[in-house]
């Protein structure tokens, strides 16, 4: 079965970094395009980032864009977020989930506070 562990949320004072990962298992990886969620508290779930399988092309929301970079290492079934410039809108549980968009199997999240 499809599991996913992210990994990497912390306190964060804005203006800082953060690298997220997300191992995978229990489906072919490299198969597949990935993308990075997001729930602020009381908000809906944010689609913030996607990458294709071979990680050849990417893409972002507009209120991430230049500020964080997706990746992922098909040698090690993991996907990455490197967040900086981080601000408190930045704040929530970040999910990492298969496919690109927000409606497929994503993992319990870990959760990303920024502030001062």
């Known amino acids: 079965q499809v599991q996913l562990v992210e990994s990497g949320g912390a306190l964060a004072q804005p203006g800082g970094s953060l690298r997220l990962s997300c191992a995978a298992s229990?489906?072919?990886?490299?198969?597949?395009?990935m993308s990075w969620l997001r729930q602020a508290p009381g908000k809906g779930l944010e689609w913030v980032s996607g990458i294709y399988s071979d990680g050849s092309v990417t893409g972002y929301s507009d209120s991430v864009k230049g500020r964080f970079t997706i990746s992922r290492d098909n040698t090690k079934n993991t996907l990455y977020l490197q967040m900086n410039s981080l601000n408190v809108e930045d704040t929530a549980l970040y999910y990492c989930?298969?496919?690109w968009g927000v409606g497929n199997d994503r993992g319990q999240g870990t959760q990303v506070t920024v502030s001062s």
């Open positions: 229990g489906f072919t990886f490299s198969a597949y395009s």
């Open positions: 989930a298969s496919g």
